[in-house]
């Protein structure tokens, strides 16, 4: 059974580097069927695609968070990276990384999610 | 970029009855999905390109539609099944998810 599961600090200050891995078990993320991406969801709101990146490196990212946002990739160690620049209150959210299917785009594998809080 | 809209934004309903889902999208994309979401939990995909039922969906939840009006319709509405759905469009390379309709009980 794939599983995913997000890393990475609780809280952020403002102006700072948001940073977060997740690693996925059960299954290779060099497969050829799967990108690999981020999707996040503030406090009683709803879901955002932050972006996306395939196991040979190409990235697809959301036009609004673009210019902040870069995802990597490593196929050694079987997980994915999001670091997200410039943070202010508006990137606190539920952060989740979700395997996305090449044909269709359909997210089908979803990690629990794990809250990012911008501290003073 | 492509713009979501799905209504209602909330339904008040009861166990048993019937439930009908819209999402209407800007402009055509490739695929039209459906997720659920439970409070503190991630989403669940539901269907995927617009009408297949992902693994292990009961078979009360069905999909349709095409370009840009899609459907998600509940044959009757078990417990279980009170949440908030999402659908999300694929296409440019881009996903886009709609701002959800929440499913509440009566």
């Known amino acids: 059974q794939l599983q995913l599961q997000e890393s990475g600090p609780g809280l952020v200050k403002p102006s700072e580097t948001l940073s977060l891995t997740c690693s996925v078990s059960?299954?290779?993320?060099?497969?050829?069927?799967?990108?690999w991406g981020w999707i996040r969801q503030p406090p009683g709101r709803g879901l955002e695609w932050i972006g996306n990146i395939y196991y040979r490196g190409s990235t697809y990212y959301n036009p609004s968070l673009r210019s902040r946002v870069t995802l990597s990739i490593d196929t050694s160690r079987n997980r994915f990276s999001l670091k997200l620049s410039s943070v202010t209150a508006a990137d606190t959210a539920v952060y989740y990384c979700?395997?996305?299917?090449?044909?269709?785009?359909?997210?089908?594998?979803w990690g629990q999610g794990t809250l990012v809080t911008l501290s003073a | 970029e492509i713009v979501l809209t799905q209504s209602p934004g909330t339904l008040s309903l009861s166990p048993g009855e019937r439930v009908t889902l819209s999402c209407r999208a800007s402009q055509s994309g490739t695929s039209l999905q459906w997720y659920q979401q439970k409070p503190g939990q991630a989403p669940r995909l539901l269907i995927y390109a617009a009408s297949s039922r992902a693994t292990g969906i009961p078979d009360r939840f069905s999909g349709s539609g095409s370009a840009t009006d899609f459907t998600l319709t509940i044959s009757r509405l078990e417990p279980e099944d009170f949440a908030v759905y999402y659908c999300?469009?694929?296409?440019?390379?881009?996903?886009?998810f709609g701002q959800g309709t929440k499913v509440e009980i009566k």
């Open positions: 979700a395997r996305m299917a090449v044909v269709g785009g359909a997210c089908d594998y």
């Open positions: 999300q469009l694929y296409g440019n390379s881009l996903w886009t």
């Open positions: 059960g299954g290779s993320i060099s497969s050829i069927d799967y990108y």
